[in-house]
């Protein structure tokens, strides 16, 4: 059983910075690929950024390159998104999810492609 619980989301000034985690739970025998997503008002859900659990890769959008920032604590199992210089089009609710790595491969942190399981987000506000 695979679970995903995030945590750290909130409310900052534009030119902030937030930290949002993602606990992970899952077969220790296999490893995965776990994304940040974000759904902002009115718009399409997006990929943010994508890590894999043994990591060897990891991929922010580029859009959000130079911002956003992912990373993976194994001893802690959990998958960190550094978001920095915020602007209040950054708001909106921010989730991870995760697929087996063999599966999604290199579409890691691009697109949903080959997520299965889902946290119930976190949101993120931020105001001018």
């Known amino acids: 059983q695979v679970q995903l619980v995030e945590s750290g989301g909130g409310s900052v000034q534009a030119g902030g910075s937030l930290r949002v985690s993602c606990a992970v739970s899952?077969?220790?025998?296999?490893?995965?690929?776990v994304t940040w997503f974000r759904q902002r008002p009115g718009l399409l859900r997006e990929a943010v950024a994508g890590?894999?659990?043994?990591?060897?890769?990891?991929r922010v959008r580029d859009s959000m390159a130079g911002r956003f920032s992912i990373s993976y604590d194994n001893a802690k199992d959990t998958v960190t998104l550094q978001m920095n210089n915020l602007q209040p089009e950054d708001s909106g609710t921010y989730s991870c999810?995760?697929?087996?790595?063999?599966?999604?491969?290199?579409?890691?942190?691009?697109?949903?492609?080959?997520?299965?399981?889902w946290g119930k987000g976190t949101l993120v506000t931020v105001s001018s």
């Open positions: 899952f077969d220790k025998y296999d490893e995965y690929c």
């Open positions: 890590i894999y659990t043994d990591g060897q890769y990891a």
């Open positions: 999810a995760a697929g087996h790595m063999s599966r999604v491969g290199p579409r890691c942190g691009s697109d949903a492609f080959g997520m299965l399981y």
